[in-house]
């Protein structure tokens, strides 16, 4: 098997039914003891047509911020915001299922760092920070307060985020 070479971008987007499905399930289940509470983090990275979001966890921002520098240089980073959520799993797993719902591409390729890194994003626009602000920013704030209020059972009603900037 011979890996594709760096350039190759797949789009792992998955068809919104599935991604439906998904945030079903996983919004009602009780969240898992073991889950705590951290940072959900945000950055943008400039590339061809309007670059790439990531949108990560950590329970320690700077140490994170450091990590990506070291582990993964060469990349003009700009870093637009973390929000605090009791249950960042959780936090973190349906944020990802609303914002693969409503991107452009969720790329999939090997970074000129040698990692294949997940969960990032595209999205229609050409300034990040509106994108950010626009976007990505409501559909957290949104899935933290959800989170945050309703511990054992999320019985919400996903169509609002899934349909915000339609498919
Ligand atoms: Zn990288």
Not at 32 to 46: C, L, P, T
Not at 49 to 58: A, D, E, N, Q, Y
Not at 125 to 140: A, C, M, Q, S, W
Request: glycine share 6%; net charge positive; aromatic share 10%.
């Amino acid at each position: 098997m011979v890996s594709p070479p760096p350039l190759v971008m797949l789009n792992a987007k998955r068809p919104l039914w599935k991604l439906m499905i998904l945030w079903r399930r996983f919004s009602n289940q009780e969240i898992s003891n073991a889950d705590r509470a951290g940072w959900i983090y945000v950055f943008h990275e400039a590339g061809s047509s309007g670059g790439i979001f990531k949108v990560g966890r950590t329970n320690n921002l700077e140490r994170r911020i450091h990590e990506w520098k070291a582990d993964c240089p060469g990349q003009l980073r700009t870093w637009l915001g973390a929000f605090w959520t009791p249950f960042a799993h959780r936090t973190e797993y349906l944020i990802h299922l609303a914002l693969e719902a409503q991107c452009t591409c969720r790329p999939r390729f090997i970074c000129d760092c040698g990692t294949t890194h997940l969960e990032k994003f595209t999205f229609i626009g050409d300034d990040p920070r509106t994108v950010f602000e626009e976007l990505i920013t409501p559909v957290i704030v949104e899935v933290v307060a959800l989170v945050s209020l309703t511990r054992s059972r999320l019985d919400t009603d996903a169509a609002a985020l899934f349909q915000q900037h339609g498919n």
